[in-house]
């Protein structure tokens, strides 16, 4: 088959794999393993690839340690990171081990002094490590692994690897309030990729680069107050996405920049990309993000007045993710579900759900979303009986100052429109004005989407 059918041995290596994997071609079964894992993998068939790499690892395992043997379960178990990341989730502790194997083995080549024959294969183990803490959040580890993977990257001074440190830091930085420099470094990471070039690489590092910058700048744009700037970043990492027909980046485009049209009020789009990404996670079999999709679904049903079904649907999310070892934006999906249970007077359960999202904020240094869940805070203290203002008051104006200091304009923006209503009703007109007046007149776009235009008509009453 080999010899004569050419065609069949590069477009079905599984098939000659079993053929040698049964005759005991053992080095020879495990090449074709690997092969038909990379095929499955560039084909999106995830499930398969997993299962395939595991199978070429397995084979190695078997055979005599040699240099080329070493080189090749060096580049299989990096290669096996990927698909894990999608199958069981990016912070699951099979994944974890997988980093941690792949970390391992290079470090006994280099040791030996047989160095991976691709000097790039680190950095996807170094990004694993940094991811697991992401998806895990954990704020100082990010901070610290994105300085050194960015260091590394400068001493290498290659392009991919740069890209991706500036990548990293961006996210690192945004993630924990430090959005200006954050998006710095994401215009850095963009200025330095060429979709011809660097698409190839896409499944060394779970998604393609260019997608992840573009959904993540989308959202950095939108919270320093750049809501047109930020739609055009989703909508184009989408179309980039779509471009490169890879699942793993669809699904990627289909969830974090979907938060732009949640952010501006486009509930419609939003609820239509996220039933289409629950629809591709299940076809693909990847929990992780079928469950992404199920909480931008639930946010958007709190967001537009289905608490119940909100309610239901961030809870499943929620579990479902802590499956895959995720806790990652854990304030925002907490902050979500408190206002739907505001929402029907389920005031203990609102309370309580923003008391487990402020001290997420503070135990894990997540702190992009500090200021608006100080804001629905506050919003849930006017909800109750006794209507406890000062204590909305409180909370208004810390959202103020965590926003003001983050240059977080948008979010300053939601806080000085709860605060400037509360004045409102106790007849402070004057000074609810002077509040708000200034931070909308800042805005120089964005002037059609619904936070701009609540402001516009709540400045008109005040005037």
């Given at each position: 088959?080999?010899?004569?059918?050419?065609?069949?041995?590069?477009?079905?290596?599984?098939?000659?794999?079993?053929?040698?994997?049964?005759?005991?071609?053992?080095?020879?079964?495990?090449?074709?393993?690997?092969?038909?894992?990379?095929?499955?993998?560039?084909?999106?068939?995830?499930?398969?690839?997993?299962?395939?790499?595991?199978?070429?690892?397995?084979?190695?395992?078997?055979?005599?340690?040699?240099?080329?043997?070493?080189?090749?379960?060096?580049?299989?178990?990096?290669?096996?990171?990927?698909?894990?990341?999608?199958?069981?989730?990016?912070?699951?502790?099979?994944?974890?081990?997988?980093?941690?194997?792949?970390?391992?083995?290079?470090?006994?080549?280099?040791?030996?002094?047989?160095?991976?024959?691709?000097?790039?294969?680190?950095?996807?183990?170094?990004?694993?490590?940094?991811?697991a803490n992401l998806i895990a959040f954990n704020g100082d580890a990010v901070r610290e692994l994105a300085a050194e993977f960015l260091a590394l990257a400068e001493k290498q001074g290659t392009t991919v690897?740069?890209?991706?440190?500036?990548?990293?830091?961006?996210?690192?930085?945004?993630?924990?309030?430090?959005?200006?420099?954050?998006?710095?470094?994401?215009?850095?990471?963009?200025?330095?990729?060429?979709?011809?070039?660097?698409?190839?690489?896409?499944?060394?590092?779970?998604?393609?680069?260019?997608?992840?910058?573009?959904?993540?700048?989308?959202?950095?744009?939108?919270?320093?107050?750049?809501?047109?700037?930020?739609?055009?970043?989703?909508?184009?990492?989408?179309?980039?996405?779509?471009?490169?027909?890879?699942?793993?980046?669809?699904?990627?485009?289909?969830?974090?920049?979907?938060?732009?049209?949640?952010?501006?009020?486009?509930?419609?789009?939003?609820?239509?990309?996220?039933?289409?990404?629950?629809?591709?996670?299940?076809?693909?079999?990847?929990?992780?993000?079928?469950?992404?999709?199920?909480?931008?679904?639930?946010?958007?049903?709190?967001?537009?007045?289905?608490?119940?079904?909100?309610?239901?649907?961030?809870?499943?999310?929620?579990?479902?993710?802590?499956?895959?070892?995720?806790?990652?934006?854990?304030?925002?999906?907490?902050?979500?579900?408190?206002?739907?249970?505001?929402?029907?007077?389920?005031?203990?359960?609102?309370?309580?759900?923003?008391?487990?999202?402020?001290?997420?904020?503070?135990?894990?240094?997540?702190?992009?979303?500090?200021?608006?869940?100080?804001?629905?805070?506050?919003?849930?203290?006017?909800?109750?009986?006794?209507?406890?203002?000062?204590?909305?008051?409180?909370?208004?104006?810390?959202?103020?100052?965590?926003?003001?200091?983050?240059?977080?304009?948008?979010?300053?923006?939601?806080?000085?429109?709860?605060?400037?209503?509360?004045?409102?009703?106790?007849?402070?007109?004057?000074?609810?004005?002077?509040?708000?007046?200034?931070?909308?007149?800042?805005?120089?776009?964005?002037?059609?989407?619904?936070?701009?235009?609540?402001?516009?008509?709540?400045?008109?009453?005040?005037?």
């Amino acid at each position: 088959m080999e010899g004569q059918f050419t065609e069949i041995a590069e477009n079905q290596p599984e098939l000659l794999a079993r053929h040698c994997t049964q005759a005991g071609l053992i080095e020879k079964a495990a090449g074709f393993w690997g092969k038909a894992g990379q095929r499955s993998l560039e084909r999106s068939a995830l499930v398969e690839a997993v299962e395939q790499f595991k199978r070429a690892l397995a084979q190695i395992a078997t055979l005599p340690a040699t240099p080329a043997l070493r080189r090749e379960e060096i580049k299989l178990q990096v290669a096996l990171i990927t698909p894990l990341f999608h199958v069981k989730g990016y912070a699951a502790p099979e994944t974890k081990a997988a980093i941690e194997r792949a970390r391992l083995l290079i470090g006994q080549a280099e040791a030996l002094g047989e160095p991976p024959a691709d000097p790039l294969l680190l950095f996807p183990v170094l990004y694993g490590f940094w991811v697991a803490n992401l998806i895990a959040f954990n704020g100082d580890a990010v901070r610290e692994l994105a300085a050194e993977f960015l260091a590394l990257a400068e001493k290498q001074g290659t392009t991919v690897p740069l890209m991706v440190g500036h990548r990293l830091m961006a996210t690192s930085l945004t993630e924990t309030g430090d959005l200006a420099e954050g998006l710095n470094h994401y215009n850095e990471a963009l200025a330095l990729y060429h979709p011809r070039e660097h698409r190839p690489i896409t499944t060394l590092f779970g998604q393609d680069i260019g997608v992840v910058i573009l959904s993540f700048r989308s959202r950095c744009q939108w919270l320093l107050g750049y809501p047109d700037a930020a739609l055009a970043d989703a909508e184009h990492a989408l179309r980039s996405a779509r471009e490169t027909g890879q699942a793993a980046t669809i699904m990627y485009a289909l969830f974090t920049p979907t938060w732009a049209h949640i952010h501006c009020g486009d509930y419609a789009t939003a609820n239509t990309l996220s039933g289409e990404l629950i629809a591709l996670a299940d076809e693909k079999s990847t929990l992780f993000w079928k469950a992404s999709g199920l909480m931008n679904k639930g946010c958007v049903l709190a967001l537009t007045g289905q608490a119940s079904d909100a309610i239901h649907t961030i809870k499943s999310g929620i579990a479902a993710l802590r499956s895959t070892g995720a806790t990652y934006r854990g304030p925002l999906w907490l902050s979500y579900l408190a206002t739907a249970h505001a929402e029907l007077g389920q005031l203990d359960d609102a309370r309580r759900c923003m008391g487990e999202a402020i001290t997420a904020i503070e135990t894990t240094g997540e702190r992009w979303f500090e200021a608006e869940a100080n804001r629905i805070a506050g919003e849930i203290a006017l909800k109750s009986p006794e209507q406890d203002a000062a204590k909305a008051e409180a909370y208004f104006e810390r959202a103020l100052t965590v926003a003001r200091a983050q240059q977080a304009k948008s979010w300053e923006l939601r806080a000085a429109m709860s605060m400037a209503r509360l004045w409102h009703d106790q007849g402070k007109q004057q000074q609810a004005h002077d509040l708000l007046a200034p931070v909308y007149d800042w805005f120089t776009e964005g002037f059609d989407t619904l936070d701009m235009k609540e402001a516009k008509a709540l400045l008109d009453e005040l005037a």
